[in-house]
């Protein structure tokens, strides 16, 4: 297959700039340039989008996203090690990649985007599900984002898509399938990355639903969920009591058993949960 772009193949922009991968900022990097052209893909056509990449490293998906056709990508990486090579990207793409050095749970990314918005990267795993649930959680809905293509440790993909009654259920599952369409797309070795991680990885799409499956306010659902997989293993009656004193009737208002355990309960019966609180 052709080179996607006239820079020079991964391996060797690495060599060239000793970036040795460190574990504390999650480095684990893709250098196979078919690879990320696949993930980049994943996510439909860029060229009406700007995309947010978030911890871009040697850039190898970076590339991939310009390469098919991102009308710009903001990326933004902690390692002050990795500029230069972005920059060398940047000049082979004219105005096209936007580079901010600084950290991705402070940066504010709004300033610097323009609609529509297209979130497409390959996490560190340290801060992913932390950026994933504020990017799900906003105080106003839609958010700023139309779709998010997410590469994740395939444990934590499972979790995102997972269905009631699986040991997988959870909070996850339920902040994204509350507001968006969420499937695994992608599964990957550890041998994909270098240095190879000792799970397998995954991509995951979502894309956002205009309004939430069922109504519910947001930090409520979000605040009862929370304390419901606090305790998986306890009936609702008791894992939810310090919810509301009638706990039990409340339960049974919105349908729900109380001796029920949180991961038989579906989507809508949490927000029914919710809004039968907020009657208060
Ligand atoms: N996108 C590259 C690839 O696919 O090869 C690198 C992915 S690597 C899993 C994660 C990247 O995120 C690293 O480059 C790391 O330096 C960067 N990173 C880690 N913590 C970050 C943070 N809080 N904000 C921005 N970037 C971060």
Request: net charge positive; with cysteine; proline share 8%.
């Amino acid at each position: 297959m052709a080179a996607i772009d006239n820079l020079p193949p991964l391996r060797e922009v690495i060599a060239t700039h000793g970036l040795s991968a460190k574990k504390a900022l999650g480095q684990n990097f893709l250098l196979d340039l078919n690879l990320t052209a696949k993930i980049a893909r994943q996510a439909g056509d860029l060229s009406q989008s700007d995309i947010l990449e978030v911890g871009p490293g040697p850039g190898g998906l970076t590339r991939a996203l310009l390469a098919e056709g991102a009308r710009r990508v903001l990326a933004v990486e902690k390692d002050a090690r990795c500029l230069p090579i972005l920059e060398e990207i940047s000049a082979t793409y004219p105005n096209r990649l936007h580079i901010i050095h600084g950290d991705a749970l402070e940066v504010d990314v709004l300033a610097h985007l323009t609609p529509p918005v297209r979130v497409i990267a390959n996490l560190p795993y340290n801060v992913g599900t932390e950026l994933l649930v504020r990017w799900l959680t906003p105080p106003v809905w839609p958010p700023f984002w139309g779709s998010l293509t997410l590469m994740f440790q395939r444990e934590v993909a499972e979790r995102i898509v997972a269905q009631p009654g699986s040991k997988a259920y959870g909070r996850l599952a339920l902040l994204s399938q509350w507001r968006c369409n969420a499937r695994i797309v992608m599964d990957l070795p550890p041998e994909a990355f270098v240095p190879a991680p000792k799970v397998r990885s995954a991509v995951v799409h979502l894309t956002r639903l205009d309004k939430p499956r069922f109504e519910a306010d947001a930090a409520l659902l979000s605040r009862i969920v929370a304390m419901a997989f606090n305790q998986r293993r306890k009936m609702l009656r008791s894992s939810l009591k310090a919810l509301a004193p009638d706990i039990q009737d409340r339960l049974l208002a919105a349908g729900i058993s109380p001796t029920e355990r949180a991961e038989q309960i579906s989507l809508e019966g949490f927000c029914a949960l919710a809004r039968e609180i907020a009657r208060t």
